[in-house]
């Protein structure tokens, strides 16, 4: 294995889905890379969590301006290498790309050739699943490249 592509996004447990990444990696002397998926802007507008991994820049955005596109790539840039310092290795590579989140993921990870594909799962469950969806699910259902999918349910449940 050379490349361990890890999905993160701003929820609180993407700091568990990036060291258990993390640690994949090095334990197979592989190259990391941090990805960031954005959205449509209007997905943003009701975001607020609280400091990850040392980020703690997120600001919502309440319209959608020509703008917003590029402050969200600068945030989702500054997200990453924020988690790249906290994972403490300057080698950690980083990319943000866009569109629907699955198929984002999966579309980065074929491009970068990455053999290996970290995500984690948010346990939504009833209505929440029906109007989100499950970006974990859509991912495993279509890749042809391997997960490793951390579950995050008991950190969710301790907060």
Not at 66 to 82: C, G, H, I, R, V
Request: aromatic share 6%.
């Amino acid at each position: 294995m050379k490349k361990v592509l890890i999905a993160l996004d701003y929820d609180p447990t993407a700091q568990k889905i990036a060291e258990a990444g993390y640690g994949l990696a090095k334990a197979m002397n592989a190259r990391t890379i941090l990805l960031h998926v954005i959205s449509d802007p209007v997905y943003y507008s009701s975001l607020n969590y609280s400091p990850i991994m040392g980020f703690d820049g997120f600001n919502s955005i309440d319209t959608i301006q020509p703008e917003a596109a590029d402050e969200l790539k600068k945030t989702a840039q500054n997200f990453l290498e924020e988690s790249k310092k906290f994972l403490g290795d300057e080698s950690i590579e980083t990319v943000v790309s866009s569109g629907e989140f699955g198929d984002a993921i999966l579309e980065t990870a074929r491009k970068l050739n990455a053999d290996i594909i970290v995500l984690g799962t948010h346990g939504r469950r009833g209505l929440d699943k029906i109007l989100v969806g499950s970006v974990t699910e859509n991912v495993l259902r279509d890749s042809l490249i391997p997960l490793y999918i951390i579950p995050t349910k008991g950190i969710q449940e301790n907060k």
